[in-house]
């Protein structure tokens, strides 16, 4: 698996060592070769560039994802998580899920923000690929559709110029508050687990993780 992850990323012209390294980094995580990662992959570089950003490592830019649950090439949502390093775990990425293939780039220290959004063309170019029509669509998964389908979907995004793929609006001004965070745990007075401290609740005056928590919200 790695070796052909190595394969395919080697293969892909006009990366930087760096975004190289993270794609290769982003398909073993993902796990499969599909086109919807590497569409946000790029979707996610072209984002970065708008903004005049490199790759967030710590918490001070944030990705907001349309792309929702339950449909095809939501595996976008990954793309954009690996190639601008804003992720779930980070609390930096944020899923409005409305079906859709864009997403807000905010750089937090500025206060600016773009919206990068899929274009259609491209979009109904990958539904109506034969990974798509002549796999998923029966149920097969990724992991079992031949290379020769899935890997021309996985590199096409890298082979064209950010205007082709996605359009770009912005920059424009975005401020989001910045809150400071809990560095605080707490035992669950019930069941013993450790509870964040912002999550607390009380309940007859003990302290409570929201699972024990006998009142409604
Ligand atoms: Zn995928
Ligand atoms: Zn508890």
Not at 36 to 43: E, H, I, L, N, S
Not at 71 to 86: I, K, L
Not at 152 to 166: A, H, M, T, Y
Not at 172 to 183: N, T
């Amino acid at each position: 698996m790695f070796e052909r992850h190595r394969n395919i990323v080697n293969s892909i012209e006009g990366l930087k060592e760096e975004e190289r390294e993270f794609l290769y980094s982003a398909l073993n995580i993902h796990g499969h070769i599909c086109g919807g990662m590497p569409m946000g992959y790029v979707a996610g570089l072209a984002g970065l560039k708008a903004l005049g950003i490199k790759r967030e490592r710590n918490m001070d830019t944030m990705a907001i994802i349309n792309v929702g649950n339950g449909h095809a090439a939501g595996c976008f949502a990954d793309g954009v998580q690996f190639a601008t390093g804003c992720t779930s775990g980070k609390g930096i990425l944020k899923k409005e899920p409305k079906g859709k293939w864009s997403f807000l780039l905010i750089d937090k220290k500025k206060g600016k923000a773009v919206k990068v959004t899929l274009k259609g063309e491209i979009l109904k170019k990958a539904f109506s690929a034969p990974f798509i029509q002549d796999y998923r669509i029966k149920g097969i998964n990724p992991t079992d559709i031949p290379e020769n389908i899935a890997e021309p979907g996985f590199k096409r995004p890298f082979s064209l110029q950010f205007d082709q793929l996605v359009k770009v609006e912005g920059p424009f001004d975005f401020h989001i508050e910045k809150k400071k965070p809990c560095f605080k745990i707490v035992e669950c007075s019930m069941c013993g687990e450790m509870v964040a401290e912002n999550y607390v609740k009380l309940e007859e005056e003990k302290v409570v993780c929201i699972d024990c928590c006998g009142y409604k919200f």
